[in-house]
């Protein structure tokens, strides 16, 4: 079976930083992405990860331990606009369709 | 380069009635998904199609609900005999590559079914 977790919600202040934590159980991998959604908008693309490790751009990094299939979005110097809901989903393959956790929404206070 | 194209953004109807959701992939895409959003929950995959075949629809209910993806045109999300359960967001995606395949998501269909 396919099964992705991530916390429902977080909370954080403006400039700090937040772990975002994604654990999955799927019958087959080849790369875990990360989106963000704002409320009533499309999901848009953030990170790729299909290698053990971090993958850092600008204030997002994403993590992957294939191993313990677990990965986290890390978001620094947070922003007011970073108040979203942030997606993990994983995909198995060669034509193979992706399989979205429930999302954490992550409200960010002044 | 215009992104992913779904047509109607908003579309209201009454028990009963047909709905039918379009999208049009980014240029050079062959693959596209459809998922549906429920209000404050995540994305639920229906169906993975590449041109002129249904690859994946594991995710779509076997009754009222059907997708194509013609070889000339945008792909048809059709809902027959809608109901109230059925109001929610749909949105498609598009990816150029089976392999690496990041998917790019339009702007959704807003459906409500009165």
């Known amino acids: 079976g396919q099964n992705i977790d991530q916390p429902t919600e977080m909370t954080a202040t403006e400039g700090a930083i937040v772990q975002i934590n994604c654990t999955y159980q799927?019958?087959?991998?080849?790369?875990l992405f990360w989106y963000q959604q704002h409320a009533g908008e499309a999901p848009t693309f953030l990170s790729y990860n299909v290698l053990d490790g971090l993958e850092e751009k600008g204030r997002f990094s994403s993590f992957l331990s294939r191993s313990k299939g677990y990965s986290y979005l890390l978001l620094k110097e947070l922003q007011m606009k970073d108040s979203a809901s942030y997606l993990c989903?994983?995909?198995?393959?060669?034509?193979?369709?992706?399989?979205f956790g429930p999302g954490t929404r992550l409200s960010v206070l002044p | 380069n215009a992104g992913v194209m779904q047509n109607p953004r908003h579309l209201v109807r009454r028990r009963g009635q047909e709905a039918r959701l379009r999208c049009s992939p980014m240029k050079g895409h062959s693959h596209v998904y459809w998922y549906r959003q429920l209000p404050e929950e995540g994305l639920k995959f229906m169906v993975y199609?590449?041109?002129?075949?249904?690859?994946?629809e594991s995710g779509m209910p076997k009754e009222r609900f059907s997708a194509e993806f013609p070889k000339e045109g945008p792909s048809i999300l059709r809902i027959q005999q809608v109901v109230r359960g059925d109001s929610a967001a749909y949105f498609c995606?598009?990816?150029?590559?089976?392999?690496?395949?990041?998917?790019?998501f339009g702007p959704g269909t807003r459906l409500t079914v009165l």
């Open positions: 199609l590449q041109k002129e075949n249904i690859i994946d």
């Open positions: 995606a598009s990816s150029p590559d089976p392999v690496y395949n990041e998917q790019f």
């Open positions: 989903a994983v995909t198995g393959g060669y034509g193979q369709n992706f399989v």
């Open positions: 799927t019958s087959g991998f080849n790369g």
